[in-house]
């Protein structure tokens, strides 16, 4: 497994407003992700990350509203933009350290007023 | 298309009865991944189990238990002698063969009461 910590783990937001959340693990890894966990809702792939590359964006989300860096192989950051209600979730990252297995961070709860 | 469904949206049931929580997929591969994860209350996401589509032997791990069918493309997931903690959401997910992408079902819901 691996030991992955994110910050903040939940913030409280303005409409409008941008909050970037980190995501630190313990061990270099090639590939990294960031979910999307809407109130009582199943989690739905952002983007991956990996590292030297520009993130891959899946269908629904673009790169204005959820910039992503990966400087290197520990860390990356997702960037909520001019955010809304709507972007009330957890967000989650996670790595693969080539097992073909997804660990979790903790996840960052983020309440948009 | 590729396709998770977790119909039991919330169980319920009182400390040391045994509990299944069912899982069907969907996906043409033939070769794929499947994953149990436990969310509990406090958020995160806890690997419990991976399964390859070769390996259809059914797995035991204390009181977890899963059964792999791939003639009813499902893999169930039993606890027996449930207890207070194993309350949480249970989430079902596929990965299709060289893809990284994670496909979820919509959780199952366990609560255990004392």
């Known amino acids: 497994s691996a030991v992955i910590s994110q910050k903040p783990s939940r913030d409280i937001c303005q409409r409008g407003t941008s909050l970037t959340i980190q995501c630190q693990v313990d061990?270099?890894?090639?590939?990294m992700f960031w979910y999307r966990q809407q109130p009582g809702q199943s989690l739905t792939l952002i983007a991956t990350?990996?590292?030297?590359?520009?993130?891959?964006?899946e269908s629904g989300f673009v790169i204005d509203k959820f910039p992503i860096s990966r400087p290197n192989l520990t860390f990356s950051t997702l960037t909520v933009s001019n955010m809304s209600p709507e972007d009330s979730s957890i967000y989650l990252c996670?790595?693969?350290?080539?097992?073909?297995?997804?660990?979790f961070g903790p996840g960052t709860r983020l309440l948009v007023l | 298309a590729q396709k998770v469904t977790q119909a039991q949206t919330e169980i319920s049931v009182v400390e040391k009865e045994d509990v299944t929580l069912d899982c069907v997929y969907e996906?043409?591969?033939?070769?794929?991944?499947l994953f149990w994860y436990k969310q509990p209350p406090s958020g995160e996401l806890v690997f419990l189990i991976r399964?390859?589509?070769?390996?259809?032997q059914n797995e035991i791990s204390g009181r977890y238990s899963w059964n792999f069918q791939k003639s009813t493309s499902s893999f169930n997931f039993t606890i027996t002698a449930s207890q207070v903690v194993d309350s949480a959401v249970y989430f079902c997910?596929?990965?299709?063969?060289?893809?990284?992408?994670?496909?979820f079902g919509t959780g199952t819901r366990l609560q255990v009461f004392p």
């Open positions: 997910a596929l990965s299709p063969y060289n893809t990284d992408k994670l496909i």
């Open positions: 996670s790595v693969d350290r080539n097992e073909e297995t997804q660990y």
């Open positions: 996906t043409r591969d033939t070769t794929y991944y």
């Open positions: 399964r390859n589509s070769f390996d259809e």
């Open positions: 990350a990996n590292q030297g590359s520009e993130a891959t964006y």
């Open positions: 061990s270099q890894v090639t590939m």
